[in-house]
């Protein structure tokens, strides 16, 4: 039996979106092939450049020892986990900037800087684990919305 179901293909990214920005898919069967693969190390100068932070932050923010970051920049590819926290990271700024009508300073500031609704901890940091990050576009979207936290 043939089925009638297809599987969803996003439209391109929104234009001057941080996807868009970076060329990546921001969802479905393409970006999953990417971070299986793992994205080519320039995605994380790219993100740092965006968020005019140093690659270390980045680094820091997403599990990558320097020894770690060192073999990176020689192969040209992260992992498939580093690739996965990098586009967790990618999501969660995404979301901070529309958040900021897409002013990237006070979007950077917001995301290294302690935020109250997260206990204090800066939302650069918990960017390691899926449930942190879930928790800190959780709290965007409750700042959007005007729900107390």
């Excluded at 920049?73 to 992260?78: E, N, S, Y």
Aim: glycine fraction near 8%.
């Amino acid at each position: 039996m043939l089925s009638s179901i297809k599987e969803y293909l996003p439209g391109p990214p929104t234009p001057g979106s941080i996807w868009s920005t970076l060329g990546l898919p921001s969802r479905g069967t393409p970006l999953h092939d990417l971070i299986h693969l793992g994205l080519p190390f320039e995605y994380l100068n790219r993100i740092a450049s965006i968020l005019q932070v140093e690659r270390k932050v980045i680094s820091q923010a997403i599990g990558v020892s320097p020894a770690s970051l060192v073999r990176r920049a020689k192969t040209g590819r992260l992992n498939t986990v580093e690739s996965d926290r990098l586009v967790g990271l990618i999501a969660v700024f995404g979301q901070a900037l529309s958040s900021f009508e897409d002013d990237v300073s006070a979007a950077t500031k917001w995301m290294c800087s302690p935020v109250r609704g997260l206990g204090s901890r800066r939302p650069i940091d918990m960017l390691c684990m899926r449930v942190e990050a879930n928790a800190v576009l959780d709290l965007i979207g409750r700042l959007e919305r005007g729900v107390l936290v």
